[in-house]
């Protein structure tokens, strides 16, 4: 599946730089439009989302059991919509959780998996892209339905208030903080739009194209690689995944962007 979507991404890239360098003539911004536009057709991340189908109805690990029973916050196998209303509280759990936090409760209770097999992995391993196609497969079923994160159970306010100090927290060795590139309205990073988080156009902008297969890489990658690939970039320790940091900054991006329509999975340069 790897090679067949490597391949796919190198012919849209191939097809979009030719739209792009006739755009730019003109105008430069309306370029990366035309990009994002051409990249749109056939979007790879179908592949994904057809794989990720298939380890949600097929019996696995130890219990050998489906994934089909799992309780995304709408009832056990209800997964249409699922993705748009998370994160959220689940009481089994006592927790908020997000999509793969949720997967990983699933795989454990239902299947018998050991959750620190993917917790532990690399996000180009087998287990990383395990989780990554069932994302895109899940996410997948809440395109065009609007967002509801709506924090109102005291440990969904906690965690929006958890996830708005992490976004402005300022630290490592360039004192750099999320808000850094997606605190101010109308910045960009060369020719790369930035949304504005705390708002709900740049939050939306953000949290409904993610996941997202990105061409550049031909890989799929889901907010949690997104987020971890931040906390990079500002030169921060490398968050765990799906831990209560990643949780709060999604359940922060999402609040902000409620009402406004998934579009996942997304397709990136």
């Not at 592949?47 to 990720?52: Q, W």
């Not at 809440?142 to 402005?168: C, I, N, Q, W």
């Amino acid at each position: 599946m790897h090679q067949a979507s490597t391949g796919i991404a190198a012919f849209l890239a191939a097809v979009a730089a030719v739209t792009v360098a006739h755009a730019q003539m003109d105008n430069p911004q309306a370029g990366i439009e035309a990009y994002r536009e051409a990249l749109q057709d056939g979007n790879p991340a179908e592949l994904h989302e057809m794989a990720g189908e298939e380890l949600w109805t097929t019996p696995a690990g130890p219990k050998n059991a489906s994934l089909e029973q799992c309780d995304l916050g709408l009832g056990p196998g209800v997964v249409k919509g699922a993705y748009a209303r998370l994160p959220r509280y689940f009481a089994d759990t006592d927790r908020v959780q997000d999509l793969e936090s949720r997967l990983l409760t699933c795989m454990e209770t239902l299947q018998g998996k050991d959750p620190k097999v993917y917790i532990d992995a690399s996000f180009t391993a087998p287990p990383k892209e395990e989780m990554n196609a069932l994302v895109a497969y899940l996410s997948g079923q809440s395109r065009d339905v609007a967002v509801t994160v709506t924090p109102e159970h005291p440990k969904e306010r906690a965690m929006y208030e958890l996830g708005k100090r992490l976004f402005f927290f300022q630290g490592g060795p360039y004192d750099f903080s999320c808000a850094t590139c997606h605190g101010q309205e109308g910045t960009r990073i060369r020719m790369q739009d930035l949304p504005y988080i705390p708002g709900h156009e740049g939050a939306a902008a953000g949290w409904t194209s993610w996941p997202a297969y990105r061409v550049s890489n031909g890989q799929m990658w889901s907010m949690q690689w997104r987020l971890n690939d931040c906390f990079r970039q500002q030169r921060f320790p490398e968050p765990i995944y799906a831990s209560d940091a990643t949780i709060a900054l999604s359940t922060y991006i999402a609040a902000n962007s409620n009402g406004a329509v998934m579009k996942t999975p997304g397709i990136k340069r």
